[in-house]
């Protein structure tokens, strides 16, 4: 009888499987969480971009007793209620005759401590000034927090300006600070003013996100834009930028390419104090270069004077 040898065991499919899952399994954790990283991204978007809670959140703070607030309530085109500051110049007797209407940041309200420190010495040059929070922010009534609901609200506030306190468009400069600057230069772009002054300045929402979050498409996820940037050749007002080297929030790179792309004329000031105190922190500079620009843009021959580059 002859001997049979034993059949050669089939190679098991299992270790391929496993080495297929081994690769798998990463790539699918790893999308899932890309994705959700997405989603968290879109549907926070409102709570990533608009802060009115910090920084004292909505309790207002009383007015100095040095500053002589009047206080309204602007209604916007959507029926809300835009607590208001008109402040007159600290000395009528030096004042230049110029109206500064401020737009604000993405966080707080205009009763902070800090602001109201900035407004005092901002009067001191002879400017009286108007500063209104958004709706949702301190005692203004709450209502749809969007781009374009506080460009609503902006326009709201310089319309009240014209209409009903008889300020000349040609005697308003309007003003923006971080997220403000978006909605300033939007105002900008579509009323008369005398001037526009822009501080901690971007050139979009999205740019700044993607600088935060270069790994997500931000750029076509965002829905608020605020795209500063595509604006500033049509704004043919005087402009003046101002931005911290050391700003942590708005990189500096930010404004200037926002004063590269606009026309002239125009002026860029480098401060330091980062992105809230540069007012404080480089007081000198600051108020010197804000000072000297409101009385050239206030005097007659304003449009002959040469552009600063």
């Known amino acids: 009888m002859k001997a049979t040898r034993p059949s050669a065991a089939l190679p098991s499919a299992a270790p391929a499987r496993t080495r297929r899952w081994l690769f798998v399994v990463p790539v699918v954790i790893g999308l899932a969480g890309y994705l959700g990283a997405m989603a968290y991204l879109k549907l926070n978007e409102t709570a990533l971009v608009y802060h009115p809670n910090e920084y004292g959140g909505r309790a207002m703070v009383a007015p100095a007793p040095d500053l002589r607030v009047e206080e309204f ?46 407004l005092r010495a901002l009067i001191a040059e002879g400017v009286g000034a108007v500063s209104f929070d958004y709706r949702g922010y301190g005692a203004s009534d709450d209502g749809p927090l969007d781009e374009e609901a506080l460009y609503l609200d902006a326009r709201a506030v310089y319309e009240w300006m014209v209409r009903d306190r008889g300020i ?41 996100g993607a600088s935060r979050y270069p790994w997500l498409p931000v750029r076509l996820l965002a829905s608020e834009r605020f795209a500063s940037i595509q604006r500033m050749d049509s704004i043919a007002m005087p402009k003046l930028q101002l931005h911290a080297t ?3 929030v708005i990189p500096f790179a930010f404004g200037e390419r926002l004063f590269a792309a606009s026309p002239a004329p125009k002026e860029f000031v480098a401060l330091t104090g980062g992105h809230d105190r540069a007012f404080s922190a480089d007081s000198a500079t600051y108020y010197s270069a804000i000072g000297r620009w409101l009385r050239r ?4 021959d304003v449009e002959s004077a040469p552009p600063a580059e």
Do not use: K
């Open 73 to 118: 309530r602007v209604m916007s085109p959507d029926s809300l209620a835009l607590v208001t500051w008109l402040v007159p110049p600290a000395d009528s007797a030096n004042a230049i005759g110029l109206w500064v209407l401020v737009c604000h940041g993405n966080a707080g309200n205009i009763s902070l401590p800090l602001r109201q420190e900035w």
């Open 168 to 208: 000349p468009a040609s005697r308003i400069v309007i003003y923006g600070h971080s997220l403000g600057s978006g909605v300033a230069t939007a105002l900008a772009a579509h009323v008369e003013a005398a001037g526009l002054i822009l501080e901690g300045a971007f050139t979009s929402v999205p740019d700044v």
């Open 246 to 248: 050391d700003d942590g």
């Open 297 to 300: 843009i206030a005097a007659p």
